[in-house]
Nanobody
Framework: VQLQASGGGLVQAGGSLRLSCAAS????????MGWFRQAPGKERDFVAS???????NYADSVKGRFTIARDNAKNTVYLQMNSLKSEDTAVYYC??????????????WGQGTLVTVSS
């Protein structure tokens, strides 16, 4: 399984970015996909997830600002990030799993894409 994340960049506070994660190597429509982020000097944190049926889950810190969505025809999951804040600055990772273990346990990880929010 390969996950390729893209879409990161530099944005001003209050702006928007959309991250994409393209998956290959296994049936996409039956999996759970997640986004995590790791800020400098901090642990990796859960951001959002979407399961095979489209049920979503968000960290409290991003609720109402971020939206996760999937396009099974394109084997891609997206993270639309609006009203960005400086504290959203981090490397964002996508992840995939085909069997649920716990909220933060995933089997496959992408390479990460850097999001920098300037204040």
């Amino acid at each position: 399984v390969q996950l390729q994340a893209s879409g990161g960049g530099l944005v001003q506070a209050g702006g928007s970015l959309r991250l994409s994660c393209a998956a290959s190597g296994r049936t996409f429509s039956s999996n759970d996909m997640g986004w995590f982020r790791q800020a400098p000097g901090k642990e990796r944190d859960f951001v959002a997830s979407i399961n095979w049926s489209g049920t979503t889950n968000y960290a409290d810190s991003v609720k109402g600002r971020f939206t996760i969505a999937r396009d099974n025809a394109k084997n891609t999951v997206y993270l639309q990030m609006n009203s960005l804040k400086s504290e959203d600055t981090a490397v964002y990772y996508c992840a995939a799993r085909w069997n649920y273990k716990s909220r933060d346990e995933y089997d496959y990880w992408g390479q990460g894409t850097l999001v920098t929010v300037s204040s």
